[in-house]
């Protein structure tokens, strides 16, 4: 049986992600779906990345991007200056290279992988993208900032013009709920803030969680 699983904001914290990735075992059927965030506030975001890169070799792995990554990249190709994104977590991000003054210690292939992530990933039920989206454009016509940085908090989408559902992270529920609504579902749960990371597969709505320390959360009985 093939599956697809969106898994929600990262934040760099590793023994969450691993944790879900072990529980869920993809395989070569299965895909994968990032929504954007694998770095920032949380304590491992290289060793995310590095695993993302791994996973790659297990199944079909879907990356979006997020306003961290943006964020991010702008700080490597030397386009502004670092202070704004290292308050926003990139002093921990840093940390996580060992960075001692040279924006080397990031290697060539997690360079090439934030270069390369995508906007959206859609099939026939639904769509992913990082944080928000006008629901009068088509998915490859969405404005990147709406995509990347506008918060649920800021504006809620109606239903999307291709009658499928959305699936987002970036807004975060401080006390870890996922947020549904007919037309939309939001799995940020606040796993750097003490919470946990989401997983959900799009076929049956079956949902995994784990906590920072990678424990898994046994699911209410039906």
């Given amino acids: 049986m093939e599956r697809t699983v969106v898994i929600g904001d990262i934040h760099g914290c590793l023994d969450a992600f691993n944790a879900l990735i072990e529980a869920i075992e993809p395989s070569s059927n299965d895909t994968i779906v990032t929504v ?3 770095v920032d506030r949380g304590p491992n975001s290289k060793g995310v990345i590095d695993r993302l890169l ?11 991007r997020g306003n961290h990554e943006d964020m991010m990249l702008e700080v490597l190709r030397g386009e502004v200056p670092p202070f ?3 308050n926003h977590g990139g002093v921990q991000t840093m940390d996580s290279y060992g960075f001692v003054g040279d ?15 995508p906007n959206f990933f859609e099939n026939d039920t639904h769509f992913v993208v990082h944080a928000n989206y006008d629901p009068d454009l088509p998915l490859d016509e969405q404005p990147d900032d709406l995509l990347r940085w506008v918060k649920l908090t800021q504006e809620v989408p109606g239903p ?8 987002v992270g970036h807004t975060h529920d401080r006390e870890g709920r996922i947020i549904e609504l007919p037309h939309l ?4 749960t606040y796993c750097y803030g003490g ?12 949902v995994w969680q784990a906590d920072p320390y990678g424990n ?7």
């Avoid at 791994?54 to 979006?64: A, D, I, W």
């Avoid at 898994?216 to 039906?222: F, H, K, Q, R, V």
């Fill in 216 to 222: 898994l959360l046994t699911p209410p009985a039906p």
């Fill in 185 to 188: 579902i939001c799995i940020d």
């Fill in 84 to 86: 704004s994104w290292l």
């Fill in 54 to 64: 791994e996973l790659r070799e297990v199944c079909q792995l879907v990356s979006l």
């Fill in 195 to 206: 919470k946990w990371l989401t997983a959900m597969e799009l076929e049956t709505g079956r």
């Fill in 103 to 117: 924006l080397n210690c990031v290697p060539r292939s997690h360079r090439d992988f934030l270069e390369n992530l």
């Fill in 36 to 38: 954007g965030d694998y």
């Fill in 160 to 167: 999307h013009m291709s009658g499928k559902r959305a699936i």
